[in-house]
């Protein structure tokens, strides 16, 4: 059954940030990375949070448990037309080495933010990086510190536990902690771009796959969002499912999300983020 994802208040949106180098025009190879430098620690945040949020809506957010659950994680199994993280994964995705500004396949496990409590959890795990979420109706996101206006991202991503419906994807255009886009995807096979602006998400545009492009489980999917001028489009597996158009963002961050519904304990598992220069 789709779950429909309604507006929620920033103030309950568990922000976590991440500053990243290797920008356009920097004569650094793409695979060079020095390192993190966080902006804002995620326990700081969640303090604030319980501070500031109503009781009722505190208890919804953060319940409470005895001791911290462990991701417990399983390697994500490739499709056998998916190609090992050596070879290009989408048919559309680089046709020359020299577009690429940045890939990371997590194996030097310094270049992202890292979590773990009762809540939710960021961590390096089987060469590659897991976000778990046990908060229902909220995002967390990874977020790397690099600016851009005209970019193309892809990344392979697969749900390891945790409802069917919740969705997992890629961020760019953070102009600001309240306003960015989003590219979804869930395991039930729905997809959408949506937006968080001024504290408020919603989709732009939404649809579900018919045609089994998604794969399910904890298959891996190849995921490419591109933010080209007022065009926004999501593709998956080498297909193109959906593409709108919005100017409200003009530049800004990129990233990882995951995004619970009603249903909380989602755990997504992503490999060789890529970052690419748009035509």
């Known amino acids: 059954m789709k779950s429909k ?4 208040p920033i103030g309950l949106i568990i922000l976590v940030f991440l500053a990243g180098c290797s920008l356009p025009g920097s004569s ?13 620690a995620a326990e700081t945040i969640i303090a604030g949070l ?5 009781p009722a809506t505190a208890t919804l957010y953060f319940p409470v ?4 659950p462990t991701p417990t994680l399983s390697p994500p199994t490739r499709v056998p037309d998916t190609p090992t993280p050596t070879a290009t994964i989408a048919p559309t995705s680089t046709e020359s080495p020299d577009k690429v500004i940045f890939t990371d396949n997590f194996e030097g496990r310094e270049s992202w933010y890292t979590a773990d409590n009762d809540r939710f959890s960021l961590s390096y795990e089987n060469d590659g990086y897991v976000i778990w979420v046990d908060i229902a109706n909220a995002p967390v996101w990874s977020v790397r510190n690099q600016d851009y206006e005209d970019v193309i991202l892809e990344v392979d991503a697969a749900r390891l536990e945790g409802p069917e419906n919740g969705t997992y994807g890629l961020i760019c255009r953070q102009e600001a902690d309240d306003n960015f886009y989003l590219f979804l995807i869930s395991s039930s096979g729905n997809f959408g771009i949506g937006k968080v602006e001024n504290g408020e998400f919603e989709f732009i ?15 891996l999917n190849h995921l490419r969002a591109e933010c080209i001028g007022d065009t926004l489009a999501l593709s998956v597996n080498g297909q193109r499912l959906v593409e709108t158009k919005d100017d409200d963002f003009i530049s ?23 970052v690419l220069e748009a035509d």
């Open 5 to 8: 994802i309604v507006s929620i």
């Open 28 to 40: 650094a190879s793409p695979t060079q990375d020095p390192g993190p430098s966080y902006t804002q």
């Open 50 to 54: 319980t501070q500031i949020a109503p």
């Open 65 to 68: 448990q005895t001791e911290p």
């Open 205 to 219: 545009e939404e649809g579900s796959d018919t045609a089994g492009v998604i794969h399910g489980g904890d298959v």
């Open 252 to 274: 800004g961050d990129i990233g990882l999300v995951v995004k619970t519904g009603n249903q909380k304990g989602l755990e997504v598992y992503f490999d060789n983020f890529t």
